[in-house]
Nanobody
Framework: QVQLVESGGGLVQAGDSLRLSCRVSGLTFRSYAMGWFRQAPGKGREVVAGISWNGANQFYVDDVKDRFTISRDNDDDTVYLQMNSLKPEDTAIYYC???????????WGQGTQVTVSS
């Protein structure tokens, strides 16, 4: 059974930092690219960042470039999202997901809430 468990969310002030973690089990983690998504209140789910299976390649949505960093530890089956200079508009539930060779994101975690106060 595939499981993705996010952690690290919380309530912070604008300008603060948070580090999200996503521990994956039930599959060969190093075989999968990974992504972080977020869903703000009243909005659809959007991709935030992605990372290749070996960590060599990353991409970011424009809103978070130069503030967020995605990384992974294939020995610990974990993907991270370091979030710096947080803004109130970053408030959302953050999800991690596995990305198969077809490009589809197939397995999802339960999400972790990030709230940024102004």
């Amino acid at each position: 059974q595939v499981q993705l468990v996010e952690s690290g969310g919380g309530l912070v002030q604008a300008g603060d930092s948070l580090r999200l973690s996503c521990r994956v089990s039930g599959l060969t983690f190093r075989s999968y690219a990974m992504g972080w998504f977020r869903q703000a209140p009243g909005k659809g789910r959007e991709v935030v960042a992605g990372i290749s299976w070996n960590g060599a390649n990353q991409f970011y949505v424009d809103d978070v470039k130069d503030r967020f960093t995605i990384s992974r530890d294939n020995d610990d089956d974990t993907v991270y999202l370091q979030m710096n200079s947080l803004k109130p508009e970053d408030t959302a539930i953050y999800y991690c997901a596995t990305r198969s060779l077809s490009g589809a994101y197939s397995d999802w975690g339960q999400g972790t809430q990030v709230t940024v106060s102004s």
